[in-house]
């Protein structure tokens, strides 16, 4: 992977003991007896029901499961977009759970790339801008490697020639295309994706879960949220998820 000496940056893994894993071994995330809980007008929803899930370094893993059984609020905790009710959540040693909200964005912005299903660009930006803006957010690199960074990075996903376009000139393959390149701006070692073909046509599609088999093979972790089964097959492994309780695949090698 194309790296560059980062400026400034955080080291998110050195918060202090209080956000370690102290049990942590090879595991990129775990996840111990997680639920997620909500109050509403018809009582308590549990969307997540006690999840125990080990995910190691360079894993695929597809999570699967009808709508509303819990495969998105899953990937809203290892993403640390949403908090669990109650049990522990650890990606690469650090205790995501007990980070304030200050320390998830930082955290965030180093250690995971998020692709959502509507590509989510800043539609007054050009695609160059949309793909260096996470760099300076964490304020990594300098000014001009993060340009050259954002190039390399579009050529990856085949768009260098789209780089000063607003998104809005892009197909919808592009877009999501550009998303990712996004997402791999700081380096992440996780990309999480929310049905990233949901919008896409059957070759844009398979363009895009190639990229991601082929950042497999660059040692990224790739977790992918799809309702598509032949899609979820792709992947390594695969997660199915009903009523917030995994059915099979909560162990690294089930599939």
């Not at 050009?126 to 964490?138: D, H, I, K, R, S």
């Not at 490697?145 to 579009?154: I, P, S, V, Y």
């Not at 046509?201 to 088999?213: H, M, P, T, Y």
């Amino acid at each position: 992977m194309f790296r560059y000496k980062r400026v400034n940056g955080r080291n998110n893994g050195k918060n202090g003991n209080r956000n370690v894993d102290p049990n942590h071994g090879r595991a990129l995330i775990e996840l111990h007896d997680v639920e997620k809980s909500y109050n509403t007008g018809a009582g308590k929803f549990v969307a997540l029901n006690g999840i125990d899930l080990r995910i190691d370094p360079g894993e695929f893993v597809s999570i699967v499961g009808k709508s509303g059984s819990g495969k998105t609020t899953l990937i809203n905790m290892l993403t640390g977009i949403d908090n669990p009710t109650r049990g522990e959540i650890f990606v690469g040693g650090t205790a995501v759970h007990m980070l304030n909200e200050g320390q998830i964005a930082t955290w965030r912005g180093l250690t995971v790339g998020v692709v959502f299903q509507f590509f989510q660009l800043l539609p007054t930006l050009t695609v160059l801008e949309n793909v260096t803006l996470p760099m300076g957010l964490c304020n990594l690199y300098s000014r001009q490697e993060r340009l050259e960074r954002a190039m390399h990075l579009l050529s990856l996903v085949d768009l260098a020639d789209k780089a000063h376009l607003l998104p809005n000139r892009l197909s919808g393959g592009q877009q999501q295309r550009a998303a990712i390149a996004r997402a791999l701006a700081n380096d992440p070692p996780i990309i999480a994706t929310d049905e990233p073909t949901g919008n896409l046509d059957s070759r844009a599609a398979e363009k895009v879960i190639k990229l991601f088999e082929d950042l497999v093979t660059q040692c990224k972790t790739i977790l992918m949220v799809t309702h598509d089964d032949e899609l979820a097959e792709r992947a390594s492994r695969k997660i199915v998820i009903s009523d917030g309780v995994i059915l099979n695949g909560d162990k690294p090698g089930i599939h």
